[in-house]
Every structure is written in C-alpha cells, then in structure tokens.
C-alpha cells in the first residue's frame, strides 16, 4: 500500500504562511487531495489532484506537488483555519490517507 | 444542495451484521462513483469501499475483503454497506462521500460500534 507521512502537529500565528507536508512511498502523479476536518465535523475537500481549488474554499488554501512530494500550503492562516489536515491518494489501488497534520494558532 | 445522509449505525456484538444506508440528493445520482470511509475513534479515515456510477464493479482494501460489500440503488439515490463478521476494529464513523479521485462530499456520518 502507498503510504502518505505527514508530520503530525504546527503551531503558527494568525497572518502567517504556513507549509503542510505529504510525503508518498511511491509516486501518486499527481492524484493527491487534502481535506481540512475540525473536531467533530466531517471532512471537507480543499484541494483536488495535487493543485486544483474546490469551488467554495478560500484563495488562501493551495497544493502543489507532484510524483511522491506534496504540499498544501495556507497563506495568511486565520484562526478558523485551526483544524486536522489530512491527504489521501486516488492513484494507486487501495486509495490511502496520511495521518493527519494537527495545526494549531499561537 | 448537495446531501448525503447516512443511517443504521449502533451497537453490534462481535461477528454480527449491520448495514448501512446513505440517502443521497441535489445531485444526478448514477452519474458518480460512490464511496465509504471511515474513521476510528480519535484516529485517521480509512477509505472501506468504492462502487461505479452503474453499480457494475466494486473496490475495496484487503481489510474489509469479503466481509463488506457496498451496492447501490439508483433508482431511490440511495447507496448501501452491508457489514458482516463485524471486529472491534471495525468500531468507527462511517462516512458516505460522493468520489470523483478525490471525495468531495461527505455525509455527517454514522457511528458504528463493536463491542461485546
């Protein structure tokens, strides 16, 4: 199976730049997507195949990345933006998930 | 809007069954893939199950092979996981997403608990 690592917490302040990591045992092209989840919601898609916006969801949020390195990055993060980050591939079969990046405001 | 709803959560002793629902509306139905993931207590999501837009092929990860089988209505919207030889492990919230490569919408989910 495609492992994804992420690293599993940050801690920024608000209006600053921050960078989310995945990292891929194997290249997943560029099918990679990240999900924003807040405690005791559902997730929610932010970017699709590694770079490509969901409608609706702040110009703030970008990914880029492609084969196994990937990055979402959040520019400035706001207070709302304290949440678990996850990333999943939808290139090899089983489709898996990282763990989950914690991000927490100063 | 787009809605998915699932339903028929709860308590399952070890080894039994249940099943799942999710009702799905605001969109064409048997135009997408659907999907099932899950999420254990305090842990991350696992993706359980995957079914084409005609119901004709399913996927899943070698966890849930043969005890799961997912299917479809599209007739009533309505997407399906039947669970069988349920384990412990199998205790989670169970999310019903609508799939094009990536999820793109996700149902509030049901949870799903085995335990004796």
């Known amino acids: 199976d495609t492992v994804l690592t992420q690293s599993p917490a940050l801690a920024v302040s608000p209006g600053e730049r921050v960078t989310i990591s995945c990292r891929a045992s194997e290249s997943v092209s560029t099918g990679m997507h990240w999900y924003q989840q807040k405690p005791g919601q559902q997730p929610k898609l932010l970017i699709y195949?590694?770079?490509n916006l969901e409608s609706g969801v702040p110009a703030r949020f970008s990914g880029s990345g492609s084969g196994t390195d990937f990055t979402l990055t959040i520019d400035p993060v706001e207070a709302d933006d304290t949440a678990t980050y996850f990333c999943?591939?939808?290139?090899?079969?089983?489709?898996?998930f990282g763990a989950g990046t914690k991000l927490e405001l100063k | 809007e787009v809605q998915l709803v699932e339903t028929g959560g709860g308590l399952v002793q070890p080894g039994r069954s249940l099943k799942l629902s999710c009702v799905a509306s605001?969109?064409?139905?048997?135009?997408?893939?659907m999907s099932w993931t899950r999420q254990a207590p305090g842990k991350g999501l696992e993706w359980v199950a995957s079914i084409t837009n005609s119901g004709g092929s399913t996927y899943y990860p070698d966890s849930v092979k043969g005890r799961f089988t997912i299917s479809r209505d599209n007739a009533q919207n309505t997407l399906y996981l039947q669970m069988n030889s349920l384990r412990s492990e199998d205790t989670a919230t169970y999310y019903c997403?609508?799939?094009?490569?990536?999820?793109?919408?996700w149902g509030q989910g049901v949870m799903v608990t085995v335990s004796s």
């Open positions: 605001g969109f064409t139905f048997n135009n997408y893939w």
């Open positions: 999943q591939q939808s290139w090899n079969d089983p489709y898996t």
């Open positions: 997403t609508r799939e094009e490569g990536a999820h793109d919408y």
């Open positions: 195949g590694a770079s």
